[in-house]
């Protein structure tokens, strides 16, 4: 019985490790320093936002939302990468909440970005307002870009940004084994869309130079490159690659403890056999 139950354990977290797909990698999340206390109206309009957005998910890739409970307004929005399907964007939205609901912990305001989705909440409205901040940028190694490769990597953000590919708020190009993906929060309008990508092209130009990869993500908007197919990246910092390190250590961590509870056991019922027999003879 007990080993079954262990069994079952290490069965059940290898394959939540394996099944953690992509679209639910962390990229970041940022929280409002100012707190308010649990429990208050902003609370109740949080609560009801962020429960809207989720419920909003499985059938849309952009929402908004806001929430007035006693005259304090919360505004909320989720935008998943336009290629996922209801079911990858409900989940990715949903997980995104929960995970503001701990890194922001009663904030008035926190914003977090997986792989496929972006959660934002806040008091102050930001919906079609335009911010080109820089929120986080990573560059692949910067070796080995032919001019050959330089001009494929060019020509993939260049269509990003032209007006051909600006019709919706996310695009993608490839050009030889060169990708590339651009994606507005749905609330821009087609030109602060426009105007955001072009910022973050500019700077994964300046900023990434010759990497072979480049995610740039600003507040409204990212754009990411790659040679080769897949996002090939490097071991170092890469947070993607250290959370399923981190999830896989706890799988085995958690294993081995079972196992030695299961040791343990055992022990302690052999060794109950054996005061049975000492006391028999
Ligand atoms: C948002 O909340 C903070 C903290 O209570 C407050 O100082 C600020 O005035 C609020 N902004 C709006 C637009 O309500």
Redesign the pocket.
Known sequence: MVALFFLFLVTLLTSSTSSISDTNSFIFGGC?R?K?SPGSA?ETSVNSVLTSLVDSASFTTYNKFTGTAAS??VYGLFQCRGDLNNDQCSSCVARAVSQLGTLCFAT??GALQLEGCFVKY????FFGVEDKTEVIKKCGPSIGLTSDAFTRRDGVLAYLQSSDGNNKNFMTNSVGDFRGVAQCTGDLSTSKCQDCVSEAIQRLKSECGASTWGDMYLAKCYVRYSEGGDHSRGSNDDENHNDDEIEKTLAILIGLIAGVALIIVFLSFLNKVCDKQRGGK
């Open positions: 409002s100012l308010y902003y304090e307004t008035y305001g806040d008091n102050v409205s």
